[in-house]
């Protein structure tokens, strides 16, 4: 697939059809590791950190925890 850059503002953007965003399970939110090989542009979903790892699962921890605390605080 041959793929043309597009004008947006002071930059250039590239927009990936939706059967390659469906494949890869990428959508507007995804955060994205972007790399070259010094003669390719690689684009692939970024892998969490370890560090955004320990913190979702002590947020699910807290959450299962404090549960019926969290709503009454939102109430």
Known sequence: ?????????NSLALVIDRPILDLL???AGTALDISTDGKRLIVAPAKPSDR???FEAAQQTAHK??????????E
């Open 1 to 9: 697939m041959v793929k043309t850059l597009t004008k947006h503002g």
């Open 25 to 27: 399970r990428i959508d």
């Open 65 to 74: 925890r404090y549960a019926r605390a969290f709503k009454k605080l939102a």
């Open 52 to 54: 955004r790892k320990k």
